[in-house]
């Protein structure tokens, strides 16, 4: 150090010195402004998705609104009748929320069982050739378009009803049950098999040192152990199917009727696509609170799944 | 005896209806790809893929929804992708508030479970009409980004949770800012996570036709250029697969775009375990 100092000077060494103290100065002052900005960037970028909600809660209700006040709310509700294009008017959603609520629970009802058993192939039968084709399967099935679905609902689910009940049209709300069912299967399955692969081997190690066979252990140990699980899957898939429009478009005939196996009906999520394109004034703004009423369906299922899966974390 | 066989023929049938349950799961998709292949890629021409529909002389392409669909991915992911990356980074590497954090990742998970109608909905109201956008390429890109960003920000925080603490500890403790870790550490090693939440969004916006049917519209013009196509409604392969399935009844062009919709969705499938298996460290 002495020796470069010599060679170099002390007054010239001292003024590089200083430079450069000052350049570091400088290089910190920009650095800690760089990390105030970008600091400032990142809570914006975590801000954004809490004003997605907002703004989408807060259109909602503001456009749902003004038609509830005008129709009446009971009778909105409650009413049998959906005539928004004749010369009086009627605006009672009661078929489509029948509609959605039955076609749910119909989805669920095929969906949950079938996706389970395969939730249980995939985490505890399936040796690892076959897992290696049947998951991929199950993700490629939740990754096809719902307008596929509904395509395919249309050219061959609808006809093949047709012929099998002998309906007039095939287009009927079973059909966009079959649809739904199928659509919810990818989302039960993978929640499933997550869920079932989680459950502690010795569970099962002790069923199976009592004496009790596989499938035994499966459905009798594993399924109950797993069943918070199962149970957001399901939840999940309702979420799914209460809220999928364009396939059940596609298949469900979509004419306004009280809900029927075998009617053409139109669902909460349909009703407000079907008339969107034209309509004006009213009938416009009851579709919106059609939509309205659809949020608060959508925002209820995801409240029970948070409180279902918080009291699993909890566990 | 008659209780222990009645136990194996029990434990045999469950055995069975598990396996014919994957089976049948396996056999709707292979026979559902089956059937979309058997009628639509006969009727893949050339030139379906490369002109607009003329009324004039009775064709019809699907050209510009192509193309549509091309811009949405590209300005979805523009704007979705650092918000969404940015977002999962202030989760896990700034945020220190509990509260703020739970608040954020709730709003997240409903974003996620809201259905693409209702996204709709509030694009037309807010980005068409409110924004003055009208209907438009660029209206159903604002209203796909929101509706993409919970996939990205889970993707990148999932992936961002696996970078272990003793990067972040080595590179603080070398006198590294935060920023310049995160830029230099952590992103580097979280790109498996980025680049899966990428590939996952695509599929989503090329299967997504709801939320853009009210405001991305349903036009096919090819636009003189980029953004021309942006200030004007637009229709991607899935809207247009409805509107030729549902209200034109062209069940042969209907066909024709879901086979493109399926090998799109086989390529983007095969692309995100790719990049899941070689991305990661």
Redesign the interface.
Known sequence: MERIAARTGLPRAQSKAQRAERTAHRTRQIARVIERVMNAVFVLCGLVSIAAVALITGYIIWAGLPAIREIGLTEFLFGRVWASTAAEPKFGILPFILTSVWGTLGAVVIGVPIGLLTAVFLARVAPKGLHRLVAPAVDLLSGIPSVVYGLIGMMVLSPTLMRLFSLKSGSCMLAAVLVLAIMILPTIISVSETALRAVPPEYEEASLALGATKMETVFKVTIPAARSGIAAGIVLGVGRAIGEAMAVMMVAGNVANMPGLFKSVRFLTTAVASEMSYAGGLQRQALFSIALVLYIFIMAINLVLNTMLKKEADA | MNYRTR??I??KG??V??????A???G???G??G??FY?GLPHITWELLSTAPSVLRGMIGILPNLLNTLYIIGFTLLIAL??????A???N???KNRR?IA??E??????S??????????G???FCQMLGFQTSLLAGACTLT?MI??TI?RTTQESLKTVPASYREGALGLGA????M?RTIILPSSIDGIVTGCILSI?RI?????AL??TAGVGTVVAKSVIKAFTRAGGTL??A??MY??ERAE?DV??AI?AI??LL??L??AAA?LARKTLKR
């Not at chain 2, 650092?82 to 977002?87: H, R, T």
């Not at chain 2, 709730?106 to 974003?111: D, G, I, P, V, Y």
């Open positions: 136990r194996t029990c434990d469950l055995y209806l598990v396996c014919l349950c994957a049948l799961v396996v709707l998709l292979v559902l790809i059937y979309i009628k650092p918000v969404g990356v940015g977002a980074i202030y989760l590497e700034y945020a703020l608040v954020v709730f709003a997240a998970e409903t974003l479970g809201i259905p693409s109608i209702l996204y709709g909905l509030v037309m109201l807010f929101i960003l919970p920000i800012s935060r920023w310049h995160i599929g090329v299967g997504e036709s709801a049917l009210f899935s809207v697969l409805y399935a549902s069940f209907a066909f879901a919709l399926l969705v086989l983007i499938n375990g």
